[in-house]
């Protein structure tokens, strides 16, 4: 199969928490430049978030629409746009829960990337049209639940997309690791323990993952970080 290399690249506390008041510390903060420097030097064709942190980013505070089927029977299709944008925000929405305005797209993030959301194949012809009317890419990727190799070759061989950063949420990263879909591991932990069962894990299992599935990595860097932050990187064992 296709696909591209597939960086999963977090900022963590120790007890492998991303989210939670540890973000708030002085710290954390710090490291939170070096992590997006660092993002910027894996040089990927885009990155891959999770429908919860585009939220954050891109539709925070657009109210909720709800958009319904077109009378007309149109079968559904994968929807690609095609410009001179080279960079690909990839999102993570199954249930096309994010209201995307113009504005959004005028998010700095944004200027100069194409956006390609992935949803599942249920949701109404009235938010596909809604997607297409933007500009904004769109993947029509299962049934039930996503089927993340058939999206890895859509964005390979329609999207042009070679190498890609995981940013996910807990859930979105745990399920590429589970589909064996991740090459390599950057993590940047902060000298914090959350100690919080609220707060997300780094990697985080689903009622589709896969059981007793064993990824294993070796290291292959390590660095010691201003702010008593330490960066391990890891590569897929072969």
Same mark, same amino acid.
């Given at each position: ?9 977090? $900022?963590? =506390? !120790?007890?492998?928490?991303? %989210?939670? +008041? #540890?973000?708030? &510390?002085?710290?954390?903060?710090? $490291?939170? =430049? !070096?992590?997006?420097?660092? %993002?910027? +030097? #894996?040089?990927? &064709? ?53 209201n995307w305005k113009e504005q959004s797209l005028n998010n700095p993030r ?129």
């Open positions: 199969m296709n696909r591209p290399y597939i960086i999963c690249h977090m $900022l963590q =506390s !120790i007890d492998g928490r991303i %989210s939670g +008041q #540890f973000f708030h &510390d002085e710290n954390t903060q710090n $490291l939170s =430049s !070096i992590y997006k420097e660092m %993002s910027n +030097q #894996f040089t990927a &064709d885009g990155i891959i978030y999770g429908s919860v942190t585009a939220k954050e980013i891109f539709t925070y505070g657009n109210p909720k629409q709800i958009y319904t089927d077109s009378k007309q029977n149109i079968e559904k299709e994968d929807f690609i746009v095609e410009n001179e944008n080279k960079e690909w925000i990839v999102v993570f929405d199954p249930q096309g829960t994010l944004l200027i100069g990337k194409n956006v390609v959301v992935i949803l599942l194949n249920n949701v109404s012809m009235g938010y596909l049209d809604h997607l297409k009317e933007l500009g904004i890419s769109y993947i029509l990727g299962g049934e039930t639940k996503v089927d993340l190799h058939y999206v890895m070759d859509i964005l390979y061989t329609k999207c042009k997309i070679k190498k890609l950063l995981l940013q996910g949420g807990g859930i979105l990263n745990g399920s590429f690791v589970n589909e064996n879909l991740v090459d390599e591991i950057s993590l940047i932990i902060a000298p914090d323990v959350s100690a919080s069962n609220k707060a997300v894990l780094c990697f985080e299992t689903s009622s589709y993952s896969k059981q007793d599935i064993l990824s294993q990595y070796i290291i292959t860097d390590t660095k010691i970080l201003s702010c008593s932050g330490v960066w391990l990187h890891y590569k897929k064992r072969i």
